[in-house]
């Protein structure tokens, strides 16, 4: 058990210079006077600590949990001041040590186990898709059976990105919401996966860089690559500054993609040879450098790409952030974004031949019986993944992604295009007695008004009541300091909703998704829907064009 | 407990009645957190613990200890200038009596009139009660003289919070200090009232007093048998007040006379514990660097306006120190300036509103370092009045738009320059 040291330093300071100034003010007997009181005061202080310190040893005795060799004493042994701050893996790599943001630590990780589970249909969602027309063309229809590959729709604007189906299988539905738009496209799965046809290509053997952009956006794997600014699927047309590919998510709860890359590190090499020929930059990857024990070597021993470590709380693992500390976006710029897992479908196509879009999901959080990984096609229905699987003492919300930036589904929905993960948490709508007074309540916060704020392993439950009403911004300096980023949040937020554009670009609103300000609008004090606003902003800024 | 709440519910009126509904409202949610919970897509899912009424309430928090010595100061001063009960300890329970009757109409009148005009606003825009009041109504006693005339104190209130909050769209939109707003408008409006050398000790006894019989036991106590002809309570005690003992706080004495002066009446000890005349809650600093120490170690008020307007303060005062000579205050030496008056007062509570400081962490430097700068130059170049925190912090947050514009800016041209390179 660990507790943070904060900033007292600073108290002390001002105490001092008090006394000093007291002291310099009264002559010697005040002086003493006001010396003896600071002196029994530090003296208490520390009784206090050392009693509860033998109390927790005791405690810690009692109940066996020292038997761990953790460390449950209130002051760090000697070793864990003296540890070398970097990891050995980094092999003497530069670090970005990133101060600001907090990890969220909630109950209900994932056991890095493998489970079963079959999956009967999947859907793919136009909606998934950032600025997507509501009505795609479609080119199939009920009942029609579809291979692994075959082309299910485009978008008119942009015809040229084809959008595959994950699985062979039959249609059954094309459900469509207001508007006759198009919600999704539901395919029933076969048992034996029957893939479209294609030759294995080379990545070297494409006569122009067109060639490759060509066979990519045919292929279906186009989508998986995304742009920075706005998080569109990126523009055939365009040729990137650079590529950034995260190999670590640090969301709540997420998946470690250490684990869920597996073996998969030639396909992985493949998809980075890939993205290496589509930008006149460079593919950047971002490892993290804070785990206890180092990355997949498929990261670590990549190459035909640049590395960078990156240390901290969440939101570290964002590729925004990344691509921020690297080499920033500027107005007119424009960058390509990859999850790793998506490298690894894109690669696979040049080792197979086969558009195989599976992924290994994590199933999460503190209401769920028994949180483990599955290997699941993209889009998957969650049905029976989560059959038995959840707790019922609670009422529950199931959430496709990470309880920071996901979309509630139903128990018997799908998964969006591109989740890796499900979390289940409780859905609170009680009302709590005096609950904004309630000193020693247990709850994730970043504020130090709560006892846990002291702990850095305490794991909270979680659950989705929103712990007061929305207000006015009042307070200051929150966002900037969960936000590792030379922007200025609140700033961006004010400048949007005054639809202020010239601010919102020099303050940098290309360089923000709504991903990365995600714990700005968890740490609100006012409740202020940050992802929203600035969501709304970027649609502003890119209609405008 | 869900009982108590279906009973409760019970009475809440239809929302047709906007006023009526806004007040079940406001006590409703003060009883109960909402049962709200976070949306289902495009948001997050948690929501920190955290929200403005606690984040107020803790500011409140810091501040009781103020009230409690405030309290017992206003009673102890009151007797020091009559006479009775000598020692700072002496007649404990009369003082604080004496003292908690004087503080509390001047709280509830505060509340009452503060709260009343934000539940009207409320009402009137239909949106919820916000919690911006909860400080406001908790400070505004705090840095008022103790015996200033309620009347006096409501109309401050409802100017400051009319104009300077509500003209502005209420809590969090507010340009000015809403505290410092009803203070400063008390100071100009009545100048007789807030400024000299009478209006920091409490003379009167009010009708509360009265119905304790405090009056007539300090009477009888003293051997008055009545008030002469034309004479008040207070204008008598004044008459006769004991000889070494004065009404005039210690930056009066230094405004006026220079140090020496201050040290024939009030040694470093009193008025570092706060045994001195002032405002209610400003005198006592241990107990001002407690709430100020909750504050910066639950991390609700800025450590970076703290810090810097002690250095403002500090280096301002050195550097008169320095040129010396052309005033008597000026002489005084640097580190006795936090000692008098509300220096820690106005660090702890008043510069570190979130709302109306600079809200760019280096902004909140520069501000807070200003603040410490002309605070300082008010208050020993200004002939009129010898405390300048006030005045230094509703100017300071007219400039704090100004500083964040310019943080801003370099924040923006730094980018621009990333883009020529």
């Not at chain 1, 082309?151 to 084809?162: M, Q, S, T, V």
């Not at chain 1, 005054?498 to 995600?518: K, S």
């Not at chain 2, 008030?227 to 005039?248: C, H, Q, R």
Request: proline share 5%; glycine share 8%.
């Amino acid at each position: 058990m660990n507790i943070r040291f904060k900033r007292p330093v600073l108290l002390f300071a001002l105490m001092t210079l008090a006394v000093t100034a007291q002291a310099q003010a009264g002559g010697l007997s005040s002086a003493m006077l006001t010396a003896l009181f600071a002196v029994a005061l530090l003296i208490l202080l520390v009784v206090i600590l050392l009693v509860s310190d033998i109390f927790m040893g005791e405690e810690a005795r009692r109940t066996g949990a020292d038997k761990t060799g953790e460390n449950y004493s209130l002051f760090p042994r000697l070793s864990e001041i003296t540890r070398p701050r970097a990891a050995g893996y980094t092999n003497g790599a530069s670090v970005t040590h990133l101060k600001r943001g907090h990890d969220i630590l909630l109950e209900g990780e994932a056991k890095k186990v493998l489970g079963e589970a079959r999956v009967n249909t999947v859907a793919v969602s136009p909606r998934d898709f950032v600025g997507m027309s509501p009505i795609p063309k479609v080119l199939v229809a009920k009942d029609d059976e579809v291979k692994a590959g075959d082309i299910l729709f485009f978008d008119k604007k942009r015809p040229e990105i084809k959008y595959a189906s994950p699985v062979s299988g039959q249609v059954v539905d094309i459900v469509r919401g207001e508007k006759r738009a198009i919600d999704k496209i539901v395919i029933l799965v076969d048992k034996e996966q029957k893939y479209t046809e294609r030759e294995i290509p080379n990545v070297n053997g494409f006569a122009s860089r067109e060639d490759l952009v060509n066979y990519l956006t045919e292929s279906g794997v186009w989508a998986f690559i995304r742009q920075r600014p706005y998080e569109l699927v990126a523009d055939p047309a365009d040729v990137p500054r650079d590529i950034f590919v995260s190999t670590f998510d640090s969301a709540p709860l997420a998946p470690d993609l250490n684990f869920v890359l597996g073996k998969n590190a030639t396909a992985f090499q493949r998809g980075l040879n890939v993205l290496a020929k589509l930008t006149d930059g460079k593919v950047h990857l971002g490892l993290n450098a804070g785990a206890e024990g180092a990355p997949n070597l498929a990261f670590t021993r990549a190459e035909n790409v640049e590395k960078h470590w990156f240390k901290g709380p969440h939101p570290a693992g964002n590729v925004g952030i990344q691509i921020h500390h690297t080499a920033p976006i500027n107005k007119g710029e424009v960058v390509w974004t990859v999850n790793a897992q998506d490298v690894a479908i894109i690669g696979n196509l040049f080792v197979t031949g086969q558009y195989k879009a599976e992924r290994t999901i994590a199933v999460t959080g503190a209401e769920v019986r028994d949180p483990k990984y599955y290997r699941v096609p993209l889009g998957a229905n969650v049905e029976d993944i989560l059959k038995n699987n959840i707790l019922t003492e609670r009422k529950t919300r199931t959430v496709a992604g990470d309880v920071l930036t996901g979309t509630q589904i139903e128990n018997d929905g799908y998964l969006g295009f591109f989740d890796d993960q499900i979390t289940v948490l409780h859905e609170n709508d009680e009302y709590e007695l005096f609950g904004w007074l309630n000193p020693v309540a247990v709850r994730p916060s970043v504020s130090s008004t709560f006892p846990g704020s002291a702990f850095t392993d305490i794991k909270y439950r979680a659950e989705t009541n929103t712990h007061g009403e929305p207000r006015a911004l009042v307070v200051t300096g929150q966002y900037e300091k969960v936000l590792p980023m030379d922007v200025y949040p609140q700033h961006i937020v004010k400048a949007i909703l005054a639809n202020d554009f010239d601010r919102m670009e020099g303050l940098g609103i290309y360089e923000l998704a709504p991903e990365d300000v995600a714990l700005c609008e968890f740490a609100c004090t006012s409740k202020t829907n940050v992802q929203e606003i600035l969501r709304k902003g970027l649609e502003t800024l890119r209609e405008q064009g | 407990m869900s009982k108590f709440l279906d009973f409760v519910k019970k009475f809440e009126p239809p929302k047709e009645k906007r006023m009526l509904h806004t007040l079940y409202d406001g006590f409703f949610t003060f009883a109960y957190a909402p049962n709200h919970v976070t949306r289902k897509s495009g948001g997050v899912h948690i929501r920190d613990g955290m929200d403005l009424k606690r984040t107020m309430f803790i500011v409140v928090q810091a501040m009781a200890l103020c009230y409690i010595f405030g309290m017992y100061n206003i009673g102890h001063q009151h007797y020091a200038a009559l006479g009775m009960h000598d020692g700072f300890l002496a007649g404990f329970l009369t003082k604080l009596l004496y003292g908690a009757l004087q503080i509390l109409p001047i709280f509830i009148v505060s509340n009452v009139v503060g709260l009343g005009i934000e539940f009207f606003y409320a009402a009137k825009k239909g949106h919820a009660i916000e919690e911006g009041y909860l400080v406001s109504g908790a400070l505004i006693p705090l840095i008022m003289p103790p015996d200033i005339p309620l009347w006096m104190l409501a109309i401050a209130i409802a100017f400051a919070v009319i104009i300077g909050k509500e003209a502005f769209g209420g809590t969090g939109m507010n340009v000015l200090n809403i505290a410092l707003l009803a203070r400063v408008f008390v100071f100009f409006a009545y100048p007789g009232d807030i400024s000299g050398d009478f209006c920091w000790v409490a003379y009167d006894y009010n009708w509360l007093h009265q119905i304790f019989g405090m009056k007539g036991a300090t009477m009888a106590a003293l051997g008055i048998e009545a008030i002469p002809e034309g004479m008040t309570f207070s204008k008598y005690v004044l008459a006769n007040t004991p000889d070494g003992w004065t009404g005039a706080t210690p930056l009066a004495l230094a405004a006026k006379e220079g140090w020496g002066a201050v040290q024939n009446y009030y040694t470093n000890a009193q008025m570092f514990w706060g045994a001195i005349p002032g405002s209610i809650g400003e005198t006592c600093k241990p107990i001002i660097l407690i709430g100020a120490a909750i504050l910066l170690a639950l991390r609700i008020a800025s450590w970076r306006i703290m810090l810097s307007m002690f250095i403002g303060a500090a280096l301002t005062a050195i550097l008169m120190n320095l040129v010396g000579g052309f005033h008597v205050f000026m002489a005084v030496p640097w580190q006795y300036h936090f000692w008098m008056g509300s220096f820690f007062f106005a660090m702890a509570f008043m510069a570190t509103d979130p709302v109306t400081a600079a809200s760019t962490p280096t902004g909140k430097l520069i501000y807070g370092f200003m603040i410490g700068v002309v605070g300082m130059i008010v208050r020993v170049l200004n002939p009129a009045y010898p405390e300048g925190w006030m005045l230094a912090i509703l100017f300071m947050n007219v400039f704090a738009p100004l500083i964040d514009h310019y943080v801003l800016e370099a924040n923006i041209s730094k980018r621009l320059k990333r883009v020529s390179q």
